[in-house]
């Protein structure tokens, strides 16, 4: 009875070592915390959040080498300079104001949108102005929806404001058109 205790405490020790043993294995298997804001540890307080950001603020490394800071601060300067360039060329858009009698011919390709008022078609009989919103062809004398677009498929062709219109009809142009006044002469400005 003696020996039977003893197999059981041996048993019983061998048991708890490789148990031990087992749960030692796992626990190295999982990564330690890393530093505050690490991607091993990215939880992290709003005090540490609001330094960091200072520090970005006042130029200084921030979660990197001062290299990838001078990186990001060249390529914002070069995005600077893209965006001033671009507003120094323009915006491709003009907005027009036509008096009663007035209309606006454009080149091939001119596209227009009556904001406000009624403007209507000015197109040969035969062929009108495609309205690329609803996917037709406008023909000759037909009221244009507001807030449409209108491309010129040719020469001559455009928008006109009936002689008896109350009120200055405003049309947004991108591209090449020439405004007639209501005698027939070219308005310029």
Not at 2 to 23: L, N, Q, R, Y
Not at 135 to 141: A, M, N, R, S
Request: aromatic share 4%; hydrophobic share 40%; net charge negative.
């Amino acid at each position: 009875m003696k020996w039977g205790k003893t197999a059981a405490a041996v048993a019983a020790i061998c048991c708890g070592v490789g148990i031990g043993s087992m749960i030692t294995a796992l626990a190295n298997g999982i990564p330690a915390a890393g530093q505050p804001g690490s991607s091993e540890d990215p939880v992290v307080t709003k005090s540490y959040v609001d330094e960091q950001i200072q520090r970005a603020l006042n130029g200084e490394a921030v979660g990197g080498t001062g290299a990838t800071v001078q990186r990001l601060q060249e390529r914002i300067a070069a995005l600077e300079a893209q965006l001033a360039e671009a507003q120094d060329a323009g915006v491709p858009y003009t907005v027009i104001r036509l008096k009663p009698g007035h209309m606006l011919l454009g080149e091939m390709g001119t596209e227009f949108i009556v904001r406000t008022g009624q403007a209507y078609v000015h197109s040969n009989p035969e062929n009108g102005v495609p309205d690329l919103t609803d996917g037709v062809d406008l023909k000759l004398d037909t009221l244009i929806p507001k807030n449409h677009l209108l491309q010129v498929p040719r020469e001559g062709r455009g928008v006109k404001v009936k002689a008896d219109y109350p009120n200055d009809v405003y049309v947004t142009v991108k591209g090449a058109y020439v405004e007639i006044d209501a005698q027939g002469n070219e308005v310029t400005e």
